[in-house]
């Protein structure tokens, strides 16, 4: 098979291909627009093989678009291109206008002219999958707002409640996909995911932000109290279930991928404090950098995925606790500074964003 994966720089995307070509004979064909997060260095483990190729285009060119289906003549598409940062889409909406639902709806019209232009057979094994997130469906009830809010999950039929420009835009996205696919018959697919985290992640994010704030002896802002819930999933892990999916997955289905891992923020900039306090010991704890900052406008509370039909119908389980999945994180940042200071531009020297009330 050959898959087109957009956003296939980006850390999710280069995950992705990664697995796919060190574990399966699959090609595949990496479309990005190389944006400040997307980095080619995530895939030199894989840049030199036969069976990838890089196209460097914007999903909102649509000549571009169906001069690489044309050329390329993928079986299937996996389609993680987005802007994914809170606090940019609450300083910059358009951007995350313009990528995650112009660029969605231009890559879907593509996508839908090259399978009706199909042979029968190619017709029907192709797949469209969306790469979604779960703060589409808002937040859930906090532990301390509720005694039963821990049972309370985001399932795969939960009404949609975004809550930021970002998570809104997703959600425009993800109607998007639906509609091609009740309109069109694109035979599509569609995941949910939970928080990511581990090796390649852009600086911005919380765990990278952290570990590298705290190596440089820099304050480690921590929004409102730190007690918003995350639910973390390990980036190989995600990218297993992605290939679960387009491969498994059943024609229109849904799936949440969550790593069963809630944790509160401040939990895990503790936990982070604790393995640089055993892996790179300075002269004082780096628990004593955690600073508390005014909390993003409109911060969802807590996100928890329920991930069971992932586990029923395609077997899909995570293979990293947090526990193990963050160590593994904290050490490759330890051993590959030099990419983290090579992925900051001078536009982004890890400033405190989404300020706007």
């Not at 999710?12 to 697995?19: E, K, L, M």
């Not at 289906?69 to 079986?75: A, G, I, L, R």
């Not at 279930?241 to 509160?264: D, F, P, R, W």
Request: with cysteine; proline share 4%; glycine share 8%.
């Amino acid at each position: 098979m050959k898959i087109l994966v957009t956003g296939g720089a980006g850390f999710i995307g280069s995950a992705v291909i990664r697995h796919i070509i060190q574990h399966t004979v699959d090609s595949v064909v990496n479309l990005d627009k190389l944006t400040y997060a997307g980095n080619l260095e995530s895939l030199v483990e894989v840049s030199d093989n036969g069976r990838y190729d890089f196209e460097q285009v914007d999903i909102c060119n649509r000549a571009e678009l169906e001069r690489v289906f044309t050329t390329h003549q993928p079986d299937a598409v996996m389609h993680l291109a987005a802007e994914s940062h809170v606090d940019r889409s609450i300083d910059g909406p358009a951007d995350f206008i313009e990528t995650n639902i112009v660029g969605t709806y231009t890559l879907l019209e593509v996508a839908r002219h090259y399978w009706q232009g199909l042979d029968d057979k190619c017709r029907e094994s192709f797949r469209f999958h969306h790469i979604s997130t779960d703060e589409v469906y808002g937040d859930l009830p906090h532990p301390d707002e509720s005694a039963d809010a821990i049972q309370q999950l985001f399932t795969e039929s939960t009404a949609y409640a975004p809550s930021s420009p970002y998570s809104a835009s997703k959600a425009s996205s993800d109607h998007l996909v639906r509609a091609w696919a009740r309109t069109y018959g694109l035979p599509i697919l569609l995941t949910n995911c939970s928080n990511n985290y581990g090796p390649y992640h852009f600086p911005e994010k919380l765990v990278p932000l952290m570990i590298l704030n705290a190596l440089e002896g820099k304050p480690l802002p921590v929004y409102g109290n730190g007690d918003q819930i995350r639910d973390w999933l390990y980036v190989a892990d995600h990218a297993r279930a992605l290939y679960k999916v387009i491969t498994k997955g059943v024609v229109g289905e849904t799936y949440n991928i969550g790593g069963h891992n809630e944790k509160q923020n401040i939990d895990v900039v503790h936990t982070i404090c604790d393995l640089l306090d055993e892996l790179k010991p300075g002269s004082s704890s780096y628990h004593e950098q955690i600073s508390y900052v005014a909390d993003r406008p409109g911060h969802d509370r807590r996100y928890a995925i329920n991930a069971e039909k992932m586990n029923r119908e395609l077997g899909w389980v995570p293979e990293e606790t947090f526990e193990s999945g963050i160590r593994k994180t904290v050490q490759w940042y330890l051993n590959n500074l030099e990419w983290c200071r090579r992925v900051q531009d001078g536009s982004y020297q890890r400033e405190r964003l989404g300020v706007t009330s």
